[in-house]
């Protein structure tokens, strides 16, 4: 009713204790939507059905760029999964999860998009996958890698990050050479 995206709503709820999030979840609801009400002389039904039509649109647009982002994930666990299956590295596999012969395990996760570790569950290797083709959006999809890097370097600083990227405009590229926190980039 309030064309407020779920992810937006969460937004402005980030960093309160789950148990209050729904509480001021309602409270900021209930402020727009009382908003709306006292406006109404100057707030159309023309008005309405254009948020809600730009909303609708956005969650769209979130919902694919979202989906081609888990989709370049995939393919690249996959090319790991086979090549390590290949090269008889696997001792044990799930859907998440592969067990190497050298007792590293790589585990699938959202933040960073696949991770490494050895035998003391030390954190050694971490890779952010960034499948989009839009070159307006590289420099975005680096900070979002760039943020997932920053957090695991706080758990181990010598963790290697490894930045796979399906496109990397030069004035890109260059930030991210120049960047001590990623240590090998592909695109």
Not at 160 to 181: H, N
Request: charged share 25%; aromatic share 6%.
């Amino acid at each position: 009713m309030a064309c407020l995206s779920k992810k937006g709503l969460s937004q402005l709820t980030r960093g309160l204790p789950q148990e209050e999030r729904r509480i001021h979840e309602v409270k900021i609801l209930n402020q727009l939507l009382s908003s709306i009400v006292e406006q109404t002389f100057t707030f159309t039904e023309q008005i309405a059905r254009c948020f809600i039509m730009a909303q609708l649109g956005s969650e769209i647009q979130g919902s694919w760029v979202n989906d081609i982002g888990r989709r370049a994930a995939d393919k690249v666990w996959n090319m790991i999964k086979q090549f390590a299956e290949a090269q008889n590295y696997v001792i044990d596999a799930t859907e998440q999860s592969l067990v190497l012969t050298n007792k590293v395990v790589l585990n699938r996760k959202s933040e960073p998009d696949i991770e490494g570790r050895d035998s003391d569950n030390t954190l050694i290797a971490a890779l952010e996958v960034k499948g989009s083709l839009d070159p307006a959006g590289a420099q975005t999809r680096y900070g979002e890698a760039k943020k997932s890097f920053e957090k695991v370097r706080r758990e181990n600083l010598r963790c290697t990050t490894i930045y796979v990227v399906s496109c990397l405009p030069e004035s890109v590229r260059r930030l991210v050479e120049k960047d001590s926190q990623v240590t090998y980039v592909w695109d």
